[in-house]
């Protein structure tokens, strides 16, 4: 029990390290990455506490090498599944009753373990099984995880400290009790962070965890899990389960004690979850919160005020870091034909300046897509659009998996602003451009809110702030995310809270304190000093 009304530190975001040539983190992080490429990791799953290993195993392969072998992975079956949810809804008894204080100072621990001695092993591990350079690994699994950890512990006190009024005679408290079951959390392969804060954020809250990471970011959550027990986080709060994606989740969401699902991935998935959820509803001890960010077709408009040097270097940042496989990578382009001779020559010299390759090198730029399925999807996209009349590729369009899945930059110019590529998600490094005539440019503001079922991200450039307001009111349902004469990537907790709506999610904002309001039930208390002792009220006089 709290004797105390606590203050915890004061969230700031974690500077991002420069790893520039010669620098301590540069050899730091490229020493780790060396040894743990050399080594065979042995990845359990974790339920309660205990590790697991079934023998039925999951070779890991690097993206940028995929015949070399860094270790494996364990698989998990029914019972261990039954056995996660047993364990969980255990260690509920405890942990639901923890001081919240006690609860925050496990996170802000691990905020600052991954700030020091697990920084570059993080990093490293980011870099080798999901293929991100060294700056995209820094400002993903380090920098934004920590931010994640740190500004949830202080969004949770002031969930806390928001209180009702209370009148003479009365006191009235507001209780934030953790939902009554255990919550489902299932991650991507793009962001470590994102993978460490779906189960902590319910987790800080006093919630009990499954979560199940991509079988592709299988190393990273193995270390965000190793950082969660050197914090201190009790036995069986978070349980790491890894195997088959349908048996894990039909075995979940068909337990009565289900509370919710914390989500990131693909819209399809995402809307089966729903359904199932709601086929189901009759079953669970209460309505599940249902918590997701799914897909985006993320854009940017170039108003001819614009700055063509800027917008280009919106593009080949926004559309081509960590090969576009971000959800908020910048997918399509609305260009004014007076801007597009420069922007064009802008575009093509970034990307012939684009070194690719594997991120042991810091100089590549471009490094592989995250696995065969992706290249397969991308390459059928790229060969697609060279045969198509109304398709142009102006640079890129090639690939190659001999070594790795190597997809090159590409920029394809469409004369159809519906064209395939415009309208649906490719999670690669492919962007495409749809060249406008000037006097059209509030006309190309309702091609660019109706084309995409998707409303994540999107950028706007303009020099003049009449056209700026004109533009951020017609596209007011276009993105959860908006973003003025910048790229539509590279939100920062505490700074840019995250989500989309429409077909990209329920935009419940991760890293802000709308989403931790999503895993708490509320009770409201009265407590009447002196009751009544006479049931007649004046007007009955």
């Not at 974690?14 to 040894?35: I, M």
């Not at 088959?244 to 990131?264: E, P, R, Y």
């Not at 908020?328 to 093509?348: E, N």
Request: charged share 20%; net charge neutral; proline share 5%.
């Amino acid at each position: 029990m709290g004797n105390g009304f606590f203050n915890v530190p004061v969230a700031i975001n974690e500077p991002v390290k420069g790893y520039a040539p010669g620098s301590p983190e540069r050899e730091a992080v490229l020493t780790t990455y060396k040894k743990m490429y050399k080594e065979q990791v042995d990845i359990p799953f974790y339920i309660g506490g205990k590790e697991y290993r079934t023998g039925n195993t999951v070779d890991i392969h690097p993206p940028h090498d995929n015949k070399h072998c860094v270790g494996k992975y364990h698989i998990a079956e029914k019972e261990h599944i039954e056995l996660a949810i047993e364990k969980a809804a255990e260690a509920r008894i405890k942990w639901a009753s923890t001081s919240w204080e006690h609860r925050a100072a496990i996170f802000l621990k691990a905020a600052d373990l991954l700030a020091g001695p697990f920084r570059y092993r993080m990093n490293a591990a980011t870099m080798m099984a999901q293929s991100k350079n060294v700056f995209q690994a820094e400002i993903d699994s380090a920098c934004e995880l920590i931010d994640f950890l740190r500004f949830n512990v202080q969004f949770m006190t002031e969930i806390y400290s928001n209180q009702p009024i209370s009148s003479p005679g009365f006191w009235n408290r507001m209780e934030y009790r953790p939902l009554e079951g255990f919550v489902y959390a299932i991650t991507p392969f793009n962001f470590t962070a994102i993978a460490g804060n779906l189960p902590a954020a319910p987790a800080m809250m006093g919630n009990v965890v499954v979560w199940k990471p991509a079988a592709t970011q299988v190393y990273s959550a193995y270390v965000i899990m190793e950082l969660f027990k050197a914090a201190g986080l009790p036995d069986g709060v978070i349980n790491l389960v890894t195997g088959n994606s349908g048996m894990i989740t039909d075995t979940i969401l068909a337990n009565k004690d289900f509370a919710g699902v914390h989500f990131t991935g693909s819209t399809a998935v995402f809307n089966s979850f729903w359904e199932t959820i709601g086929k189901n509803i009759n079953h669970y001890k209460s309505y599940p919160r249902i918590v997701g960010e799914t897909g985006g077709k993320d854009f940017i408009w170039a108003h001819p005020s614009s700055n063509a040097q800027e917008v280009a270097t919106a593009i080949s940042r926004g559309a081509f870091e960590y090969q576009g496989q971000k959800c908020s990578a910048a997918s399509r382009a609305y260009i004014p034909k007076s801007l597009w001779g420069d922007i064009k020559k802008a575009i093509l010299n970034d990307i012939n300046s684009f070194k690719m390759g594997s991120p042991e090198d810091p100089s590549n730029f471009i490094n592989a897509v995250i696995d065969k399925k992706a290249f397969t999807k991308l390459s059928g996209y790229l060969d697609q659009a060279k045969k198509d009349a109304d398709a142009d590729i102006i640079i890129g369009g090639g690939y190659d998996d001999s070594k790795g899945y190597f997809i090159e930059p590409t920029v394809i110019v469409t004369t159809n602003p519906k064209y395939t590529t415009m309208c649906t998600e490719l999670f690669g490094p492919i962007i495409t451009l749809y060249i406008y005539e000037d006097k059209d440019w509030e006309a190309v503001l309702e091609l660019v809110d109706s084309t995409s079922e998707y409303a994540l991200t999107g950028a706007i450039f303009s020099g003049d702030r009449y056209v700026i307001e004109l533009a951020t009111k017609k596209l007011e349902n276009a993105a959860g995310n908006f973003y003025i004469n910048d790229k539509p990537t590279g939100a920062v907790v505490g700074q840019q809270p995250f989500g989309g709506a429409r077909a990209s999610g329920t935009n419940d904002k991760a890293g802000s304190v709308w989403n931790l309001l999503r895993w708490v039930n509320n009770r409201t208390i009265k407590e009447t000093f002196v009751p009544p002792t006479d049931y007649r009220y004046p007007f009955l006089g």
